[in-house]
């Protein structure tokens, strides 16, 4: 009785199993699916064209071997590759190619061949007719780690870029991708990676480029005829910045001979680092291909930072510039600047700079004034709507929750507290209150204020709860 291809492809995969680490059978032989078997050839599907790169680079030995285990001396394999998976037929688009371990051992795929660096290398940063010696890395000294507060919001992305600093290139986060908004530090964190390299394996050759001086790049290198002068720059390189990928989007040239350069960096253990505002499977207008790399190592998001992270950044920059401010007044940027760590320390900067215009000392009467443009809601009236917002969020619960008639502990606390504070911050009367909190009467607020009065005298933790949010209501 005559084997099927799936009976083969098993066989295969336990003895695969057997010789190599359980996480890297489950990434590359897991995903893998047998197609068909005819005579002595064995056809299997696998995902992408990278996925068919690494495995000839990678085990086509192992692979060699064990498919003439199954089928004999004359048992050879055949990859099928999805090429294509948004295909309008409703099947992805793919092609065969015979594995080059069938009878000689791998070759790497045809591409350009880089030059030593030590040889006469036209770099693309450098103006024409200037001879450069050394590569300039092209990074900013003033982004390293040290000056990278770590939050909440980063340890992640700052923990691998650590990591990757130590070993570039040598590390799972192959290539790592660090996305995120506006001003969250996407740049400063990759670069200062560079620097750590530099500092630490100075020999290393290391280049930050924005994507659209890449593509700027590309195109004048087309024009002067010197792409084989471009594409060998880039492929010279042992760690390769490139900042805002999403501006790929569109330009199929360009991504193309990316394409080209990242496949011969990471097929020679050299580092990449690229930089998004989107995670990889949300940029839009790339090739598929190249997405499917983008996602091969890690993607490490960058968020909002916290409070405490916004006033430690404050108090870095105010030691860095050798000033010092009233800590009521570094809460209160800090407390109103959240979105975005750039406009954080803009606004630091405009404070200094009317403060040394006008000749006055900075406090919280001058930051409120000066800051007008930054900060959105300067003069937001106190309000119980505003209170119980302030408190929800806090306490990380629904609004609609506090109105509710639940008797749910954390609900029953954020409602108390909150009629405390419309009692102590507004001019509503008991039975205005009590209606706005779920239409409850006088005698309910009044208990609930006597509550927090006692906890506050007896609880310290929950006095804590009750400061932090009296001062966040005195900063508005």
């Known amino acids: 009785m005559e084997k099927t291809c799936t009976e083969v492809w098993k066989n295969c995969l336990q003895i695969i199993k057997d010789n190599i680490p359980g996480q890297s059978f489950k990434t590359?032989?897991?995903p893998i699916s047998a197609l068909k078997l005819d005579g002595k050839v064995l056809t299997i599907q696998v995902p992408s064209l990278f996925f068919y790169e690494w495995l000839e680079e990678h085990y086509v030995g192992l692979l060699r071997k064990t498919v003439?285990?199954?089928l004999g001396e004359e048992g050879r394999l055949e990859y099928n590759i999805v090429v294509d998976k948004s295909s309008n037929s409703g099947s992805p688009y793919t092609t065969n190619i015979p594995s080059n371990g069938n009878g000689a051992e791998a070759k790497m795929q045809s591409m350009p061949i880089p030059v030593s660096i030590n040889k006469d290398i036209k770099n693309p940063f450098i103006i024409p007719g200037l001879k450069k010696l050394n590569v300039d890395p092209q990074l900013n000294s003033n982004y390293t780690f040290e000056n990278y507060i770590e939050g909440d919001c980063n340890r992640l992305a700052r923990s691998a870029?650590?990591?990757v600093a130590a070993k570039p290139g040598g590390t799972s986060f192959n290539p790592l991708m660090v996305y995120g908004g506006v001003g969250l530090g996407k740049t400063h964190l990759a670069q200062a990676i560079g620097?750590?390299?530099?500092?630490?394996?100075?020999?290393?050759?290391?280049?930050?480029?924005?994507?659209?001086?890449?593509c700027q790049q590309f195109v004048d290198s087309l024009?002067?005829?010197t792409i084989n002068d471009f594409v060998n720059f880039y492929q010279a390189m042992d760690v390769i910045i490139m900042d805002d990928v999403h501006n790929f989007a569109g330009k199929e040239k360009t991504q193309d001979i990316f394409f080209h350069i990242f496949n011969h960096l990471h097929q020679s253990g050299k580092q990449v680092i690229l930089t998004?505002?989107?995670a990889p499977k949300d940029l839009a207008g790339l090739e598929e291909r190249l997405l499917s790399r983008f996602k091969w190592g890690l993607s490490a998001d960058l968020q909002i930072p916290d409070l405490e992270t916004r006033i430690a950044i404050l108090r870095k920059k105010m030691y860095a510039d050798g000033i010092e401010l009233p800590q009521e007044v570094v809460e209160y940027v800090a407390h109103n600047i959240d979105n975005n760590v750039r406009e954080l320390e803009g606004a630091m900067v405009s404070l200094l700079a009317q403060s040394?215009?006008?000749?006055?000392?900075?406090?919280?009467?001058?930051?409120?004034?000066?800051?007008?443009n930054f900060i959105k809601n300067t003069t937001k009236e106190i309000s119980m709507e505003y209170i119980q917002k302030l408190v929800c969020e806090y306490f990380e619960v629904p609004v609609d929750m506090v109105k509710s008639p639940t008797r749910k502990r954390e609900i029953v606390q954020a409602r108390q507290i909150s009629m405390y504070l419309s009692k102590s911050h507004t001019k509503s009367s008991l039975k205005t209150i009590g209606a706005f909190f779920g239409g409850r009467d006088h005698s309910t607020v009044i208990y609930a204020c006597q509550t927090v009065e006692d906890l506050i005298d007896t609880?310290?933790?929950?006095?804590?709860?009750?400061?932090?949010i009296q001062k966040k209501l005195k900063m508005s």
Request: with cysteine.
């Open 223 to 225: 024009k002067n005829n």
């Open 356 to 372: 040394t215009l006008n000749k006055k000392d900075i406090d919280l009467g001058l930051a409120k004034q000066m800051l007008k």
């Open 195 to 214: 620097n750590e390299i530099k500092r630490t394996m100075p020999d290393k050759l290391v280049i930050y480029v924005s994507c659209e001086k890449f």
């Open 276 to 278: 998004s505002d989107k």
């Open 459 to 468: 609880d310290k933790k929950f006095k804590g709860y009750v400061h932090d």
């Open 68 to 70: 003439k285990k199954q």
């Open 161 to 163: 870029g650590y990591a």
């Open 28 to 30: 590359w032989f897991e």
